[in-house]
């Protein structure tokens, strides 16, 4: 078998197992990429998070919900977790898509959505900083200084933690008014994320990433 | 026309009309109005059920011109509720669709908040009877040269003499009537002593029956209980919605409609008092004979009509009330600010409970009466509950019980006499009916019933408000609306067991019957439960993908719930599973058992336990050693925040699919197909 076929059934094999949450099979996948010497960045992209994209929209029409959603994100994990170290820096200084600071704001523990929403950034390349959950207001801007993120991510599952968000966009536009900022979780809706001022929303886990690299390219437009 | 600022708006079919400032939404005028329209996500635009439509055109008998143009822009949310078709006949969204100019509105069957039919019915529970308030007829001597007593210390000391109550206050509006009173009985009187401390009410001769009311305040329906405090007998059981409903389906949505509105603590606390005082009335007006009016006023022979009696109460007649609810409603009903409640680590502003007269919270009874309101557990976990602990009484018990109470909010109890933990977790209101795309509340025409045929897969159901199923009825006779809380769990139980579904909540891709189809508007897959020639809202209704999926997750968060508290409390099985609720008495112990609403156990070990909550304000309202056991218990009951466990995002997610992703249900055997349970 040539390496070309090789690259592309290893490739198959992880976005296959990606989708059907086949934890093993991925991890095996990842090793085998690394044994045959074929580049770690170009499995990570176009085989596990192929996998992911086609779970997105699985998950879209509903066919694939929640508790697939996680084992799929499992699935990815394990793969990610062998290639990762094997990325060469130069394959990310090329793409290098940016960071985000994310987190639930305080008052709320709920965070499988925010979970999710961070697994797709990684997989799309992103550097994230996750603060976790309950989140003290004022840590949010703090971390987006310290670490001088492009996007800041909020997530909130209840309508009265939600009011919280108001107050975070307030803090970093005022430092900040360039950093892009995101919000997400069930009562969130458009109207909610322009009344807070906030730059975009995303109804699912799939259109998250979407969404945030459409706010950089014009963050980028803007600061040229 | 009107000038000005203002516009004329006039709803349709109940001819409602009135004049509203320019630029209110359309739910906002309905409400200024006086028109119900359905607004379960609380006019954030995402629930599609305030769906109205504009009428164009003339209207002579109005006198005013009605058209889209006045309603304000179309909005990008509605396109999602609305098609093209619809949106040419003039349908908008409610919350969306502004007041520019004036307009006729036409609100179809489906958007109008129907009168619920609530099965809050009083159960016998064993009660001990020791009333807070207590009736004692006393003669005094009149007054002398010799023997000038005062009035009140007169009935003082006859009350320790005869009855040996000591130290008594008396009520200082109450005073103010005392010498008339004690004269018109010529020196015979009822006096009723609250908590043997306070006298708050004196009759002239001997009163025989004296009456109190048990008040649930649910988030979605407020129940009274009207019993008479002598014989402990529940008189009547009236109900309604809870008046606040308008602001929001949840508690979590009153709350912010609190932080959002300077004045919104105040109004919602004002239409529960309003609501209380209109139960009031309703269960008074029920002790009337039919038709006959009121009697000249302070006459009330009792009267036998049908081998009925006819108390005639009106509300000074109503001498103690207590009231349970869950600490948001328990907060706005006190004017408490419920802020803190919504924001973990949610603390509520009081734990223990209150007595506070009835005329400084507005409350129309006796204006010397007290009201007791019970105390609450936890931020999510309230009076509601305390009612639930003292009706059912586990901590007394050997047995470890399983207690689930559904509502708006799934509440837990677990444990026995050793150890008691609760807890609750957001099931959100899809087992009420809203977030499904046919979901309703309880009210006439929701299926509450359903039964599918495993080798057909053909539906029976059966709705409120008609006895014959489906199957024994003319399609045009079943006026069918929508599907309610008993019906969403039977649908998910009875999907699965036919394999209509998998285990994983998707449809199976082999279907049996055409009600299985792809709906081409929202491209998704659908089952449907009734065909449009049997409803009375002229289109099929279906389970989509979506509503299983949110069913899926209100049974996820309750079964993991208990899950997690019973490893917490080192157990694996229980002795009984009790399942509390105002829908608790409609509910299918065997469907709530194959759809996964709790770990597996003995069907008959499960029990429906109706309105627990309600139980318990009875049982606080005729016996006041009840008042101290619900402090008591309040206090040493654990509670546990469930979604901080370290595996709860595991646990909830393996309990998402039915009836469980991995724990076995060997009681299931029998009950659903081998190939189906072992998928």
Same mark, same amino acid.
């Given at each position: 078998?040539?390496?070309?076929?090789?690259?592309?059934?290893?490739?198959?094999?992880?976005?296959?197992?990606?989708?059907?949450?086949?934890?093993?099979?991925?991890?095996?996948?990842?090793?085998?990429?690394?044994?045959?010497?074929?580049?770690?960045?170009?499995?990570?992209?176009?085989?596990?998070?192929?996998?992911?994209?086609?779970?997105?929209?699985?998950?879209?029409?509903?066919?694939?919900?929640?508790?697939?959603?996680?084992?799929?994100?499992?699935?990815?994990?394990?793969?990610?977790?062998?290639?990762?170290?094997?990325?060469?820096?130069?394959?990310?200084?090329?793409?290098?898509?940016?960071?985000?600071?994310?987190?639930?704001?305080?008052?709320?523990?709920?965070?499988?959505?925010?979970?999710?929403?961070?697994?797709?950034?990684?997989?799309?390349?992103?550097?994230?900083?996750?603060?976790?959950?309950?989140?003290?207001?004022?840590?949010?801007?703090?971390?987006?200084?310290?670490?001088?993120?492009?996007?800041?991510?909020?997530?909130?599952?209840?309508?009265?933690?939600?009011?919280?968000?108001?107050?975070?966009?307030?803090?970093?536009?005022?430092?900040?008014?360039?950093?892009?900022?995101?919000?997400?979780?069930?009562?969130?809706?458009?109207?909610?994320?322009?009344?807070?001022?906030?730059?975009?929303?995303?109804?699912?886990?799939?259109?998250?990433?979407?969404?945030?690299?459409?706010?950089?390219?014009?963050?980028?437009?803007?600061?040229? | 026309?009107?000038?000005?600022?203002?516009?004329?708006?006039?709803?349709?079919?109940?001819?409602?009309?009135?004049?509203?400032?320019?630029?209110?939404?359309?739910?906002?005028?309905?409400?200024?109005?006086?028109?119900?329209?359905?607004?379960?996500?609380?006019?954030?635009?995402?629930?599609?059920?305030?769906?109205?439509?504009?009428?164009?055109?003339?209207?002579?008998?109005?006198?005013?011109?009605?058209?889209?143009?006045?309603?304000? $822009?179309?909005?990008?949310?509605?396109?999602?509720?609305?098609?093209?078709?619809?949106?040419?006949?003039?349908?908008?969204?409610?919350?969306?669709?502004?007041?520019?100019?004036?307009?006729?509105?036409?609100?179809?069957?489906?958007?109008?908040?129907?009168?619920?039919?609530?099965?809050?019915?009083?159960?016998?529970?064993?009660?001990?009877?020791?009333?807070?308030?207590?009736?004692?007829?006393?003669?005094?001597?009149?007054?002398?040269?010799?023997?000038?007593?005062?009035?009140?210390?007169?009935?003082?000391?006859?009350?320790?003499?005869?009855?040996?109550?000591?130290?008594?206050?008396?009520?200082?509006?109450?005073?103010?009537?005392?010498?008339?009173?004690?004269?018109?009985?010529?020196?015979?009187?009822?006096?009723?002593?609250?908590? /043997?401390?306070?006298?708050?009410?004196?009759?002239?001769?001997?009163?025989?029956?004296?009456?109190?009311? +048990?008040?649930?305040?649910?988030?979605?329906?407020?129940?009274?209980?009207?019993?008479?405090?002598?014989?402990?007998?529940?008189?009547?059981?009236?109900?309604?919605?809870?008046?606040?409903?308008?602001?929001?389906?949840?508690?979590?949505?009153?709350?912010?409609?609190?932080?959002?509105?300077?004045?919104?603590?105040?109004?919602?606390?004002?239409?529960?008092?309003?609501?209380?005082?209109?139960?009031?009335?309703?269960?008074?007006?029920?002790?009337?004979?039919?038709?006959?009016?009121?009697?000249? /006023?302070?006459?009330?022979?009792?009267?036998?009509?049908? &081998?009925?009696?006819?108390?005639?109460?009106?509300?000074?007649?109503?001498?103690?009330?207590?009231?349970?609810?869950?600490?948001?409603?328990?907060?706005?009903?006190?004017?408490?600010?419920?802020?803190?409640?919504?924001?973990?680590?949610?603390?509520?502003?009081?734990?223990?409970?209150?007595?506070?007269?009835?005329?400084?919270? @507005?409350?129309?009874?006796?204006?010397?009466?007290?009201?007791?309101?019970?105390?609450?557990? +936890?931020?999510?976990?309230? +009076?509601?509950?305390?009612?639930?602990?003292?009706?059912?009484?586990?901590?007394?018990?050997?047995?470890?019980?399983?207690?689930?109470?559904? &509502?708006?909010?799934?509440?837990?109890?677990? @444990? /026995?006499?050793?150890?008691?933990?609760?807890?609750?977790?957001?099931?959100?209101?899809?087992?009420?009916?809203?977030?499904?795309?046919?979901?309703?509340?309880?009210?006439?025409?929701?299926?509450?019933?359903?039964?599918?045929?495993?080798?057909?897969?053909?539906?029976?159901?059966?709705?409120?408000?008609?006895?014959?199923?489906?199957?024994?009825?003319?399609?045009?006779?079943?006026?069918?609306?929508?599907?309610?809380?008993?019906?969403?769990?039977?649908?998910?139980?009875?999907?699965?067991?036919?394999?209509? =579904?998998?285990?994983?909540?998707?449809? /199976?891709?082999?279907?049996?019957?055409?009600?299985?189809?792809?709906?081409?508007?929202?491209?998704?897959?659908?089952?449907?439960?009734?065909?449009?020639?049997?409803?009375?809202?002229?289109?099929?209704?279906?389970?989509?993908?979506?509503?299983?999926?949110?069913?899926?997750?209100?049974?996820?968060?309750?079964?993991?719930?208990?899950?997690?508290?019973?490893?917490?409390? @080192?157990?694996?099985?229980?002795?009984?599973?009790?399942?509390?609720?105002?829908?608790?008495?409609?509910?299918?112990? $065997?469907?709530?058992?194959?759809?996964?609403?709790?770990?597996?156990?003995?069907?008959?070990?499960?029990?429906?336990?109706?309105?627990?909550?309600?139980?318990?304000?009875?049982?606080?309202?005729?016996?006041?050693?009840?008042?101290?056991? +619900?402090?008591?218990?309040?206090?040493?009951?654990?509670?546990?925040?469930?979604?901080?466990?370290?595996?709860?995002?595991?646990?909830?997610?393996?309990?998402?699919? =039915?009836?469980?992703?991995?724990?076995?249900?060997?009681?299931?055997?029998?009950?659903?197909?081998?190939?189906?349970?072992?998928?």
């Amino acid at each position: 078998m040539g390496k070309k076929e090789l690259r592309e059934e290893l490739l198959k094999a992880l976005s296959d197992g990606v989708v059907n949450f086949e934890e093993e099979k991925v991890k095996e996948t990842a090793q085998k990429v690394l044994d045959e010497g074929l580049n770690a960045y170009d499995a990570v992209m176009n085989g596990l998070a192929a996998g992911m994209e086609i779970v997105g929209d699985l998950y879209d029409k509903h066919e694939y919900f929640v508790p697939e959603l996680l084992m799929c994100a499992d699935a990815l994990y394990g793969g990610l977790d062998i290639l990762r170290p094997h990325i060469k820096m130069e394959d990310l200084d090329q793409r290098l898509k940016g960071q985000v600071v994310i987190g639930t704001v305080q008052g709320d523990v709920h965070d499988i959505g925010k979970n999710l929403i961070k697994m797709m950034f990684e997989v799309a390349g992103f550097t994230v900083h996750d603060l976790g959950r309950d989140v003290p207001l004022e840590k949010f801007a703090e971390e987006q200084m310290r670490t001088d993120s492009e996007i800041v991510a909020l997530s909130a599952m209840m309508t009265t933690t939600m009011m919280g968000m108001k107050k975070v966009v307030q803090m970093i536009k005022e430092k900040n008014p360039n950093v892009a900022i995101m919000l997400g979780g069930a009562p969130v809706t458009k109207d909610v994320t322009d009344l807070f001022g906030a730059d975009g929303y995303a109804e699912s886990a799939g259109n998250a990433v979407q969404e945030a690299i459409k706010m950089i390219s014009r963050l980028r437009e803007m600061q040229k | 026309m009107v000038q000005g600022d203002k516009a004329t708006v006039i709803f349709q079919p109940s001819g409602r009309r009135g004049e509203v400032r320019r630029g209110l939404s359309i739910i906002e005028a309905s409400r200024q109005i006086g028109v119900d329209i359905e607004t379960l996500c609380g006019e954030k635009r995402v629930c599609g059920k305030c769906k109205v439509r504009i009428e164009e055109g003339f209207f002579e008998k109005y006198g005013i011109t009605s058209t889209e143009k006045h309603a304000g $822009e179309w909005q990008k949310e509605e396109e999602k509720f609305i098609n093209a078709e619809q949106r040419e006949a003039g349908y908008r969204l409610g919350c969306c669709a502004k007041v520019e100019g004036d307009l006729l509105i036409f609100v179809p069957e489906e958007s109008r908040a129907g009168k619920q039919v609530v099965s809050k019915a009083a159960r016998d529970i064993h009660i001990e009877w020791n009333p807070a308030v207590r009736y004692y007829y006393v003669e005094v001597s009149e007054p002398t040269f010799e023997s000038p007593t005062a009035d009140l210390e007169r009935i003082l000391e006859e009350l320790n003499k005869r009855y040996g109550l000591k130290d008594l206050d008396i009520d200082y509006v109450l005073l103010k009537q005392l010498p008339s009173q004690l004269r018109e009985g010529s020196w015979k009187v009822t006096v009723a002593v609250w908590m /043997n401390r306070e006298i708050i009410r004196v009759l002239p001769g001997t009163v025989e029956g004296y009456y109190g009311l +048990a008040i649930d305040v649910g988030t979605t329906t407020v129940a009274a209980y009207l019993c008479n405090l002598a014989t402990m007998e529940v008189i009547d059981t009236v109900s309604m919605m809870n008046p606040q409903c308008k602001y929001g389906e949840d508690v979590m949505s009153r709350i912010t409609y609190h932080m959002m509105h300077s004045d919104g603590l105040e109004k919602m606390s004002d239409d529960i008092i309003g609501g209380l005082n209109s139960l009031v009335a309703q269960a008074c007006e029920a002790t009337h004979p039919p038709k006959k009016k009121k009697a000249a /006023n302070k006459e009330k022979p009792a009267q036998i009509e049908e &081998g009925r009696a006819y108390p005639c109460l009106d509300h000074t007649d109503i001498i103690d009330m207590t009231i349970v609810g869950n600490t948001a409603m328990h907060h706005i009903l006190l004017k408490l600010n419920p802020e803190y409640v919504g924001v973990a680590p949610f603390p509520p502003v009081i734990h223990k409970s209150m007595d506070i007269k009835a005329r400084d919270l @507005g409350i129309q009874i006796n204006e010397s009466a007290y009201v007791h309101v019970l105390p609450n557990e +936890a931020g999510f976990v309230g +009076a509601d509950n305390v009612g639930v602990l003292i009706a059912e009484e586990p901590y007394k018990k050997h047995e470890i019980q399983l207690i689930i109470d559904i &509502g708006t909010n799934g509440e837990l109890v677990l @444990g /026995n006499k050793a150890k008691l933990m609760s807890s609750s977790c957001a099931t959100g209101p899809a087992f009420e009916g809203a977030q499904l795309t046919f979901g309703m509340r309880a009210a006439p025409g929701a299926i509450e019933r359903i039964n599918i045929d495993t080798e057909t897969h053909e539906v029976d159901y059966k709705v409120i408000g008609r006895d014959a199923w489906k199957t024994y009825s003319k399609p045009e006779e079943m006026q069918t609306k929508g599907i309610c809380g008993s019906g969403i769990l039977d649908v998910l139980a009875e999907l699965y067991r036919s394999g209509v =579904i998998l285990k994983s909540g998707r449809f /199976n891709p082999n279907q049996k019957s055409k009600r299985y189809r792809i709906n081409s508007d929202n491209n998704q897959p659908e089952f449907v439960i009734a065909w449009a020639e049997e409803t009375s809202i002229g289109k099929d209704i279906a389970i989509t993908q979506k509503d299983v999926r949110q069913i899926q997750l209100a049974k996820g968060a309750l079964y993991c719930g208990c899950k997690l508290m019973m490893r917490r409390m @080192g157990i694996d099985k229980v002795d009984k599973v009790k399942i509390a609720g105002a829908f608790g008495t409609h509910v299918d112990r $065997e469907k709530a058992l194959i759809m996964g609403l709790f770990p597996d156990c003995e069907i008959d070990k499960i029990v429906s336990v109706g309105n627990a909550a309600g139980d318990g304000a009875r049982a606080a309202l005729l016996n006041r050693e009840k008042r101290q056991e +619900a402090n008591w218990v309040s206090r040493n009951v654990e509670y546990i925040e469930l979604t901080v466990e370290k595996d709860f995002q595991q646990q909830f997610m393996e309990a998402m699919q =039915i009836p469980h992703m991995n724990d076995q249900f060997p009681h299931l055997k029998g009950i659903v197909p081998d190939d189906i349970l072992s998928q």
